[in-house]
């Protein structure tokens, strides 16, 4: 086989592998390509939380409170070949980007974002040179959110806001700069939140 042909079916089965991974749902669920729903338990707390790690089994959805104590769901990330660049999270359905970013490495600020009340999206897919390394998503006063992004596999983390009240303030993002990351906030395509 010549070296052409070699490396363009490379790119095929990379890009196979990569479309065939666990995507999210508009309900804070998550499934394979061919699988049935999986999902955690909401639960309460804090306005901080943590995803599982990526490449390994769930541990349980990213979770925290949202403005007026309203609880906050994430998906465990999908594993997926990554060495370059990170995409941006798909898009949820009926939903639309107020703010986004990446790729990029090490932290950063996306500006203020305005959310309303129902349901908002943040996401990040990421990837870790060198092994597991944390980054963290934030709108101040609104939500914040750890994940740990693992090693040469883009992890995908789907972190769902139900807001009882809108909010404001500055996104950003703090992480070191061997991660790879890319991010956005989504609200309802109807509403216009921000």
């Known amino acids: 086989m010549s070296r052409l042909r070699g490396t363009a079916l490379v790119a095929l089965v990379g890009a196979l592998v990569w479309t ?34 990526a490449g390994g089994a769930a541990t349980g959805p990213a979770t925290g409170a949202g403005a007026a104590g309203a609880p906050v769901t994430g998906a465990a990330p999908s594993a997926a070949p990554s060495r370059g660049p990170v995409p941006l999270p798909e898009l949820q359905p009926g939903h ?5 970013a990446g790729p990029a490495r090490g932290d950063a600020s996306l500006g203020r974002v ?13 990837a870790a040179d060198g092994g597991p390394s944390p980054l963290t998503l934030e709108v101040d ?4 959110f750890t994940v740990t992004c693992g090693g040469t596999e883009s992890g995908t983390y789907a972190n769902r806001l139900d807001l009882g009240t809108g909010g404001e303030g500055r996104f950003h993002v703090d992480t070191s700069e061997a991660v790879r990351w890319a991010a956005d ?3 309802p395509a109807e509403g216009r939140a921000g």
């Open 114 to 126: 305005k959310v309303g009340a129902g349901t908002t999206w943040v996401n990040v897919n990421c």
């Open 96 to 100: 639309r980007r107020i703010a986004s």
């Open 185 to 187: 906030i989504q609200v």
């Open 20 to 53: 065939t991974g666990c995507v999210s749902t508009d309900d804070g669920t998550r499934r394979g390509a061919a699988g049935p729903p999986s999902t955690g338990a909401p639960a309460t707390g804090p306005a901080t939380g943590a995803g599982a790690p």
């Open 141 to 144: 006063g609104v939500a914040r």
